[in-house]
């Protein structure tokens, strides 16, 4: 019996410092074994968010291990070989993305910024957690796709699918 092969994800965004850090948690989390989630920005913040780790905490994730980082430590031919690349903000999807090794497939995966959520307290975390619930619910259905199964062109519909699921409360 052959090993199934270990998809790599790239979740990208401006600042990386909320969307697309959750989204590189849960997947690793859920994906574990069947693929290995990164995540990068265009114009990375150099930290990530605080309520984002509390976030990540408080839903029993591992919250130690991330960072905001550049896309620019990806690109190029001595960066992993991405099999997916996921915009989750509205502003990276609309800039220019370096090339990436391989041929990825591309999704948009937009979610509103809780980085950028105002009120009290209590709002702003409710802001990460809806954010968080948004990627949760797409990365469920992501992982649900018969990968093994699926021709490219209907691979891509459902990612794109995807992308337009998932907003309602």
Not at 51 to 73: G, I, M, N, Q, V
Not at 122 to 148: C, D, G, K, Y
Request: hydrophobic share 40%.
């Amino acid at each position: 019996m052959t090993e199934a092969k270990v998809r790599n994800v790239l979740f990208l965004c401006t600042g990386n410092s909320a969307r697309s850090v959750l989204a590189e948690a849960i997947l690793n989390k859920q994906g574990a074994g069947r693929f290995k989630a990164y995540s990068a920005g265009s114009q990375p913040k150099g930290e990530v968010h605080p309520l984002t780790l509390d976030t990540l905490r408080a839903l029993k994730f591992p919250a130690a291990e991330y960072r905001s980082k550049s896309w620019d430590e990806f690109a190029g031919l001595d960066g992993p070989e991405f099999d997916f690349v996921f915009t989750v903000c509205d502003s990276a999807a609309a800039e220019s993305c370096p090339v990436w090794p391989g041929q990825p497939m591309t999704a948009h995966w937009g979610v509103p910024d809780p980085a950028a959520a105002t009120g009290s307290e209590a709002e702003r975390r409710a802001a990460f957690l809806e954010a968080f619930r948004q990627l949760n619910n797409r990365i469920s259905i992501f992982l649900s796709l018969p990968m093994e199964s699926i021709d490219r062109m209907s691979l891509q519909h459902r990612l794109d699918e995807i992308g337009r699921t998932g907003a309602a409360s």
